[in-house]
């Protein structure tokens, strides 16, 4: 396995702009979420998906939020609209095997600056 | 709905001492219980976790943990620091009744000192 990889690593936006983030998960991980952490703090759930279809969103997704994994393969985070609010590390996990006690497997998390 | 608390935001150990980070998670119904480990500029990876089987979990680099339901506990120890387990730790909860997200603990930062 090449592991789970997000791009782009950094970014760096000015508020009101739209970014998109890529996660391309381990091949054969059926399951694909998207966390936030904050500065100090732990890891936010956002959303998951199992293959193509999105089945839980979290109450922290506004609707400047959205997300999509065409194919079941690689995913896709759009924040539009961005705010000095949504600078955070932006982490990606992927997963297989049995539901709720499998191993989430996490990229290296793409960090967003909105200025 | 499940919580975790994580006692301590930093813990400081001297090199070949005890480590011993703490979690306490709160949940109706029967928890999977997980220690991540988190390296500067880098993602998640997991340490142990525990599932029901064993309440004595050994995981990764000599970590282990043990499951303790009459004091809701899930504690993280090493018997001996080194300097490379420098990192923060994240303490996680899963249930199945509120899907697959995993709901995690605010941290707690681990320092070596030599």
């Known amino acids: 396995d090449t592991g789970v990889s997000q791009n782009p690593r950094h970014k760096i936006t000015k508020r009101g702009q739209n970014v998109t983030f890529r996660c391309d998960p381990i091949s054969e991980h059926n399951r694909l979420y998207w966390y936030r952490q904050t500065l100090g703090q732990g890891p936010e759930f956002l959303t998951y998906?199992?293959?193509?279809?999105?089945?839980?969103k979290s109450r922290l997704l506004s609707d400047r939020f959205s997300a999509e994994r065409p194919k079941g393969s690689f995913s896709t985070l759009e924040i539009q609209r961005t705010e000095q609010g949504d600078s955070a590390m932006y982490l990606c996990?992927?997963?297989?095997?049995?539901?709720?006690?499998?191993?989430?497997?996490f990229g290296p998390g793409t960090r967003l600056l909105v200025l | 709905a499940q919580s975790v608390t994580q006692l301590g935001s930093h813990v400081s150990v001297s090199e070949g001492a005890l480590v011993l980070l703490r979690c306490n998670y709160s949940s109706s119904v029967p928890p999977y219980l997980f220690w991540y480990v988190q390296y500067p500029n880098q993602g998640l990876q997991l340490l142990l976790k525990y599932t029901s089987a064993a309440t004595l979990v050994k995981g990764i680099n000599g970590f282990e943990a043990e499951f303790k339901k009459s004091e809701t506990s899930f504690h993280l120890t090493k018997p001996s620091a080194h300097m490379s387990d420098a990192a923060e730790y994240f303490c996680a909860v899963s249930v199945e009744t509120s899907g697959s997200r995993l709901t995690f603990g605010e941290g707690t930062q681990l320092t070596v000192n030599p």
């Open positions: 998906f199992q293959n193509e279809a999105q089945l839980e």
């Open positions: 996990a992927s997963s297989v095997g049995r539901h709720f006690q499998e191993t989430q497997y």
